[in-house]
């Protein structure tokens, strides 16, 4: 259990817009396979912010990311897509799916970017997700037309579609009823006890954090537990 | 590599939208169909007032201008080659019109593959005798059949029948204006006073209308050897020789070398005609600047339905870089919406300019000018629907790339953290 999946080092962040603010300061920690971690905080602790740095979509920082061991504050664009694409999983507090699409289509999209399988395979993987999570009867559903919880369930369907090293949530709770949440927690407890996936969950939900494995708990951009 | 997928969502993108997509793709539609329609209505009609002259006009016409001697014999002499000299008053002198050797030239002419063909020609002025008042005119001496071929003769004989010129002897065909000043119908004689003051009875056996009043005022035709007994002249007697070759734009080039070549005088088309060509040229010149600025406005909608689009589909933006599609995936899916817009707009576009110039082209369009014309002028040159196809993809592209450039640098964090 001490492979390290992900670790940042060093990793300080400034907002330039309007007046120069130091938002995270000197962050150093490391998340290792199947591990269910949260971080927690005050809200504009920096903790979302520190999300989308070690999701590679923010490059604006200082400081080392390494993940699966690879350095990546060198990489292009494209490169970063890439790790996004093949390597991390999304869950967002909306839910953010393409209402162009059906659910299943949506689930499918990163498995067909990375052109990894075959896309009869890949729709077969899509299929084993949602009958995973309890909803392969929304398949062939339009996006828009399930609930909020149903769409939760669908993102995180999405997120595992390629396998990734390592799940990351931005408050994956925050905009559900105390049912749903209970549900998309226990999958995520699920992932985490039973297939060994790592995840790596923002929230500000105690109650959620206190069921984690491990609480990363940050004040004024830096962690202090 | 990832074609398909990317197809795939450019398409999900526009059928979401299908009625602003299909706004863009009738701006553009409409725009082709107005420049095939302008550019071949235009063109044609250009090439039918280009006709009106240019049909009739040989490309090289081979004659001898009377003009005065070059050479005159005090700068000949030895004695005052070394002086400047001044001669007043000098006259042309008695060179004649015939040109020489005819015979020889028009074989050598029949030879060159440059040549399409040529017709010989004589000019007689006559004065036509109408009881007491005498009609001046001049009656073109030409061989029917070459003059014909090359010159289309026969398409402006508005009655009668042009080929009798060669059967009957004797025969005159008369410029339809001149016909009705001498009141002669056809099989009528009229009767003819040369310059030299002889006279001859003439068969009228057809009108000719060339579409220029004051030309048919004056000019009528009749067989070669027909002028040759008129003005007393052997059957080797001709005056003009007149060329079409395959390729019009070297006229210029082979004048000059005809000219040194058989030692007579010969203009080329783009000298007699110059006026032509500057009419044509600018006409054309704004039927091609209002169709592309019809594309360029057609492309400034495709950049706005673009835009818009990208403003509604943010969040999808950012979602598809969220999950893994790079900068570069997501300019080629607005690209590829852009370009189909086009592509499909501007095929519908070629086909109902087609549609619009086939209609134009049934119009009836009668006017005694022009007795061969029956309907508005067409022409359905392919260059224009090569043109009209590739400028609409170029428009479309360029006012997609915009657009897509700016959805390819959307920051999905500033998108996901701003909700």
């Known amino acids: ?225 | 590599m990832n074609f398909k997928l990317i197809l795939n969502i450019a398409q999900s993108l526009l059928l979401a939208r299908w009625k602003q997509t299909l706004v863009a793709a009738i701006g553009v539609t409409f725009s082709i169909a107005m420049f095939i329609t302008l550019l071949s209505f235009m063109t044609g009609l250009n090439d039918l007032l280009d006709g009106l002259i240019l049909n009739r006009t040989p490309h090289i016409r081979l004659y001898n201008e009377i003009k005065p001697n070059k050479y005159q014999p005090v700068n000949l002499t030895s004695e005052y080659k070394d002086h400047y000299n001044f001669i007043q008053s000098v006259k042309s002198g008695n060179s004649r019109q015939e040109i020489y050797n005819n015979a020889a030239i028009m074989q050598a002419l029949a030879s060159d593959k440059r040549v399409m063909g040529f017709s010989p020609k004589i000019t007689a002025q006559v004065f036509f005798n109408d009881g007491t008042v005498d009609i001046t005119g001049v009656i073109n001496g030409i061989e029917v059949q070459a003059e014909n071929k090359l010159f289309h003769f026969n398409d402006y004989i508005t009655a009668g029948r042009g080929p009798d010129l060669s059967k009957v002897s004797n025969s005159i065909v008369l410029g339809k204006g001149l016909a009705e000043k001498l009141l002669a119908d056809i099989g009528d004689m009229v009767q003819v006073t040369t310059a030299k003051g002889e006279r001859f009875q003439l068969k009228v056996v057809g009108y000719f209308q060339s579409g220029i009043g004051e030309y048919d005022k004056v000019q009528c035709y009749a067989s070669v050897s027909t002028i040759q007994k008129l003005i007393g002249k052997t059957s080797n007697y001709i005056t003009d020789v007149q060329i079409k070759l395959t390729d019009v734009m070297a006229a210029p080039a082979v004048a000059k070398e005809y000219a040194r070549l058989f030692n007579v005088d010969a203009e080329d088309i783009q000298t007699a005609n110059s006026q032509f060509e500057t009419g044509s040229f600018i006409r054309t010149l704004i039927s091609y600047a209002v169709g592309i600025t019809l594309l360029i406005v057609a492309g400034f909608g495709i950049y706005n339905i673009l835009n818009m689009m990208i403003y509604e589909k943010m969040d999808s933006i950012a979602i598809l870089k969220a999950t893994g599609f790079s900068g570069r995936d997501v300019k080629r899916v607005f690209l590829l919406i852009a370009l189909s817009i086009g592509f499909s707009g501007g095929l519908v576009g070629l086909l109902m300019g087609f549609i619009f110039s086939s209609a134009i082209d049934q119009i009836p369009f009668n006017t005694a000018a022009l007795p061969t014309i029956k309907t508005y002028p067409i022409n359905y040159n392919p260059v224009f629907y090569l043109i009209g196809s590739s400028f609409s993809l170029i428009t479309t592209y360029l006012a997609g790339l915009f657009p897509a450039r700016k959805a390819s640098k959307v920051d999905p964090v500033i998108i996901i953290r701003g909700k």
């Not at chain 1, 979509?57 to 890439?82: C, F, S, W």
């Not at chain 1, 953010?96 to 077969?124: A, D, I």
């Not at chain 1, 999405?158 to 709770?173: H, K, Q, S, V, W």
């Open chain 1, 1 to 225: 259990m001490s492979d390290i999946i992900l670790e940042a080092l060093k990793i300080n962040k400034d907002f330039h817009d309007p007046v120069t603010v130091r938002v995270l300061t000197d962050i150093n920690f490391s998340v290792d396979k199947g591990e269910f971690v949260s971080v927690t905080g005050k809200s504009g602790c920096g903790k979302s912010t520190l999300l989308y740095i070690l999701s590679t979509m923010d490059t604006d920082y200082e400081g080392e990311l390494l993940i699966d061991n690879e350095p990546v504050r060198t990489k292009k664009e494209a490169q970063l897509a890439r790790i996004r694409n093949e390597k991390i999983g999304f869950v967002f507090q909306f839910h953010y799916l393409l209402n162009e699409f059906t659910v299943l289509k949506n689930v499918m999209l990163p498995g067909l970017k990375l052109n990894r399988y075959s896309e009869k395979e890949v729709e077969q993987r899509a299929m084993e997700k949602l009958k995973m999570l309890g909803i392969e009867q929304l398949a062939l559903k339009n996006a828009n037309r399930v609930s909020g919880g149903e769409k939760q369930r669908v993102a995180i369907a999405r997120a595992l579609i390629n396998d990734p090293y390592i799940i990351m949530g931005d408050e994956p709770t925050g905009n559900l009823d105390k049912k749903n949440s209970e549900i998309v927690f226990d999958i995520f407890k699920r992932l985490a006890e039973e297939f060994n996936q790592t995840l790596l969950i923002v929230t500000h939900d105690q109650g959620f954090a206190r069921r984690t494995h491990r609480i990363i708990e940050m004040e004024d951009g830096r962690i202090i537990h």
